[in-house]
């Protein structure tokens, strides 16, 4: 049986709505199949629902849009508890203009400045339906919508932002990084740990529950 996965995760990141999708033998119940999954399962690992998906269903082709949060916190000592859950930056960012370079990554472009790898990906072309930050304390939260995502795409957003709002950029340069193409151009790679993979959404209504990123 071979399954397949929405949206790949990199070692150390997170996922709060993953979604997978296999071709059984034969009929099978959704309940019973979650819960031989979840008896299965490492305890990290869970599985919030199951459902019979139509015929030609896949769990990454037929994904409509995909949505990833990344925590930033800015406490100056670090927690036991988040640490392991968001990227502590200590000290002050000026979230405005971060908030004003992220505006510029919104619609449809080519993000091959924030690429891992070129040619990992066959197009480096995405919509980015949304784009935020969201303060709360001393956290800072980075919610991105896209049709679709490249390798460490996110990360090196975050990383790049975080040059703005550190005071070495100007909030107009991830425009110019943006239009240059060239991942020398950005910024360093944020930490895998601070990044989820919320939520993955498609046409139709298979999946009622939604991943939260809360803070």
Request: hydrophobic share 45%; charged share 20%; with cysteine.
């Amino acid at each position: 049986m071979r399954l397949t996965g929405a949206s790949r995760t990199d070692a150390g990141v997170h996922a709060l709505g993953q979604v997978a999708s296999f071709r059984a033998e034969k009929p099978l119940a959704p309940a019973v199949v979650q819960a031989a999954l979840n008896a299965t399962l490492p305890r990290d690992v869970r599985v919030l629902g199951a459902c019979a998906a139509p015929e030609g269903f896949d769990a990454r082709r037929s994904a409509r849009l995909k949505r990833y949060g990344y925590l930033i916190s800015r406490a100056g000592v670090g927690s036991p508890f988040l640490d392991r859950y968001a990227w502590r930056v200590p000290g002050p960012l000026d979230v405005a203009a971060m908030c004003r370079a992220l505006g510029t990554c919104r619609g449809k472009h080519d993000f091959a400045a924030f690429q891992a790898a070129a040619g990992r990906d066959r197009m480096p072309v995405c919509t980015v339906y949304s784009a935020r930050l969201v303060e709360r304390g001393p956290l800072l939260g980075l919610v991105v919508s896209a049709d679709a995502f490249l390798h460490h795409m996110v990360r090196n957003l975050v990383g790049t932002l975080l040059e703005v709002g550190r005071g070495r950029r100007p909030a107009e340069w991830v425009a110019e990084v943006l239009a240059g193409r060239d991942r020398r151009l950005a910024g360093p790679t944020a930490p895998a740990h601070g990044l989820f993979l919320v939520r993955v959404r498609y046409r139709i209504g298979l999946f009622p529950g939604r991943g939260r990123l809360a803070f």
